[in-house]
């Protein structure tokens, strides 16, 4: 069973940056894609980025392509997503998640983080 820790989250003012950080335990993280996926209150969960087990594939939604990246280390068994240039329309919370095969689709996944609160706002 994969255990998902995310941090990182917070409060930032429009234009700000965060780094998300999801801490991967009990299984081979290497053997997994990676996915971020957020939550906005009355919205269904959102795809935001995935990246492949060997991180060589990084695949990113459109509304937040250019200015988020993913990340993972697979000696250290972390998946990041580092945020730039933060809009109020990013504000959610952000859920990692990991399955064999990656996916755009939340319901491919079998395996999630409690989530981690990023507020855009002046």
């Known amino acids: 069973q994969v255990h998902l820790v995310e941090s990182g989250g917070g409060l930032v003012q429009p234009g700000g940056s965060l780094r998300l950080s999801c801490a991967a335990s009990g299984g081979t993280f290497s053997n997994y894609a990676m996915a971020w996926f957020r939550q906005a209150p009355g919205k269904v969960r959102e795809f935001v980025a995935v990246?492949?087990?060997?991180?060589?594939?990084?695949y990113y939604a459109d509304s937040v392509k250019g200015r988020f990246t993913i990340s993972r280390d697979n000696d250290e068994n972390t998946a990041d997503l580092q945020m730039n240039s933060l809009k109020p329309e990013d504000t959610a919370v952000y859920y990692c998640?990991?399955?064999?095969?990656?996916?755009?689709?939340?319901?491919?996944?079998?395996?999630w983080g409690r989530g981690t609160q990023v507020t855009v706002s002046s």
């Open positions: 998640a990991a399955n064999p095969t990656g996916s755009q689709t939340a319901s491919d996944y079998a395996h």
């Open positions: 990246i492949s087990g060997r991180g060589n594939s990084k």
